[in-house]
C-alpha cells in the first residue's frame, strides 16, 4: 500500500512564525502536492512537484513556499504565519504513469493565533 | 477559478437505500474524472475514476456515471452502510498531474 504521512497532525503556531510541513512517501512517486482544506471550499492546490528540485505552483500559492530536496519528502513553508492560513493541509503523491491518481496523507491541522 | 461543484453539501441516507452524490463541471476540455471518499480524520482515499471516451463504470458497490452533454458526474452507492458516511469529492484532470476538486458532500447513513 502506498503511504503518505505527514510530520504532524495538529500545530498550533503564533502569528509572524515560520512553520514548516513535511510530507513523506515511500512508493518512490514523482509527483507530490499540497493542498489546503477549508469548509465549503474543497481541496485548493497550494504548490505541486514532479521532479526533486522542481516546484510549479497551483492555484493560491501566495504566502507559501515548497522545497523537495528528495524524491519522497515535500515540504511546506509557511514564511509568516497569518491567521488566514489557520486550515487543514493535505498531502498527496502520484506516479509519473498514474499521475491522476493521488494518493493522501492524513493531513495537518494548523491553527495560527 | 472553481470548475467543479456538487449540486448539494449535505446528503442523509437510510442504511440499505442506495445512494446518489451530484457533481457538476465546467470544463469541457477535462477528460478524466475521480471520485473520492474522506473519512473523520483521514486523507481523501480513491474510490473509483471514469475517462471521458466511457459514460458508465462500476466498481464495487459503486458506480460513477458521466454525461458530458450536460458536464454531469454521478457516484450512486448501493445497499450504503454505515461505513459509507463520510465526506466525497469529485475531481477533475486540470492541466499536467493536476486535479481540480468540488466542495464536497458529506453524507451520513441513518440506521
Known amino acids: 500500500d502506498v503511504k503518505v504521512t505527514q510530520s504532524s497532525r495538529y500545530l498550533v503556531k503564533r502569528t509572524g512564525e515560520k512553520v514548516f510541513l513535511e510530507c513523506v512517501q515511500d512508493m518512490d512517486h514523482e509527483n507530490m502536492f499540497w493542498y489546503r482544506q477549508d469548509p465549503g471550499l474543497g481541496l485548493r492546490l497550494i504548490y505541486f512537484s514532479y521532479d526533486v528540485k522542481m516546484k510549479e505552483k497551483g492555484d493560491i500559492p501566495e504566502g507559501y513556499s515548497v522545497s523537495r530536496e528528495k524524491k519522497e519528502r515535500f515540504s511546506l513553508i509557511l514564511e509568516s504565519a497569518s491567521t488566514n492560513q489557520t486550515s487543514m493541509y493535505l498531502c498527496?503523491?502520484?506516479?509519473?504513469?498514474?499521475?491522476?491518481?493521488?494518493?493522501f496523507g492524513p493531513g495537518t491541522r494548523l491553527t495560527v493565533t | 477559478g472553481e470548475s467543479v461543484g456538487l449540486h448539494l453539501p449535505t446528503l442523509s441516507v437510510q442504511e440499505g437505500d442506495n445512494s446518489i452524490i451530484n457533481c457538476a463541471y465546467s470544463?469541457?476540455?477535462?477528460?478524466?474524472f475521480i471520485w473520492y471518499k474522506q473519512e473523520s480524520g483521514k486523507g481523501p482515499q480513491f474510490i473509483i475514476d471514469i475517462r471521458s471516451n466511457m459514460d458508465k463504470r462500476q466498481g464495487q458497490r459503486v458506480t460513477v456515471l458521466l454525461n458530458k452533454t450536460v458536464k454531469h458526474l454521478s457516484l450512486q452507492i448501493a445497499a450504503t452502510q454505515p461505513g459509507d458516511s463520510a465526506v466525497y469529492f469529485c475531481a477533475e484532470n486540470n492541466g499536467d498531474y493536476k486535479l481540480s476538486f468540488g466542495a464536497g458532500t458529506t453524507v451520513t447513513v441513518r440506521a
Open positions: 498527496a503523491s502520484s506516479s509519473a504513469e498514474g499521475a491522476y491518481e493521488q494518493y
Open positions: 470544463n469541457s476540455a477535462s477528460d478524466y
